[in-house]
């Protein structure tokens, strides 16, 4: 599997274009905040003649949507899949920039999610993901472990050696750390992490030195 990381936006999201070796593609959290962002993103898709299967939505807050219209835009019929776990968060998008304190356009996303309950997979051809609910950062948040790839795309919940903020609407830091550690450490050390925000890292890398949550 081929990984893009694109980092966008005021608040130096992460979107991630993920190629497997069969051609096709997602994008994991699109958080293109301009068209050059997202035209960026497009010609690394095209220059590996990839075609796009859907988008991965880790959570619903404003920075890793605000690319979803200018998806839409080119690929009307993309699938978008994401928790099943409160919608009110999707729902209160345009909102967001007031309840987060934050000054960002909000264009309307027109597209109805795919919502899926934890331990369900995405399967795409040959490629599958396995959906982990892990709230603490967002009460909506899954994580996407792609078990042949050894990969996770992990939102705001773990960083290279930090986790996902929980002094924000809806955090709650005692559930971040069992989201951690029941959902994430309990995956092989040699997993990669690729994270909503900052570098990646490995499951293994986090366990041994997270200043946060150390695994056992
Ligand atoms: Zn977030």
Not at 111 to 131: K, M, N, Q, V
Not at 147 to 169: M, N, Q
Request: with cysteine; hydrophobic share 40%.
């Amino acid at each position: 599997m081929d990984v893009t990381g694109f980092t966008c936006g005021p608040l130096f999201e992460n979107t991630y274009l993920a190629i497997h070796t069969t051609g096709q593609a997602v994008l994991v959290d699109p958080g293109f905040s301009s068209e050059q962002e997202w035209v960026h993103c497009k010609d690394r898709l095209n220059a590996k003649g990839a075609s796009l299967a859907g988008i991965l939505l880790t959570h619903a807050h404003l920075d890793h949507v605000l690319g979803i219209p200018k998806v839409v835009a080119d690929y009307p019929n993309i699938e978008l899949y994401m928790s099943d776990r409160f919608p009110e968060m999707w729902q209160a998008i345009p909102e967001q920039p007031a309840m987060f304190g934050v000054d960002f356009p909000v264009e309307e996303i027109s597209l109805e999610p795919i919502r899926l309950s934890h331990g369900s997979t995405i399967a795409l051809d040959e490629w599958t993901f396995e959906i982990r609910y892990t709230p603490g950062h967002s009460p909506d948040h899954v994580v996407f472990v792609s078990h042949s790839e050894g990969v996770v795309f992990a939102g705001d919940v773990l960083f290279k050696s930090s986790v996902g903020r929980t002094d924000i609407p809806f955090g709650d830091g005692h559930l971040l750390k069992e989201s951690i550690e029941t959902q994430l450490y309990t995956l092989p050390d040699d997993y990669v992490v690729y994270p909503g925000h900052g570098e990646s890292t490995s499951i293994g890398a986090e366990k041994a030195s997270n200043p946060f949550v150390r695994g056992h």
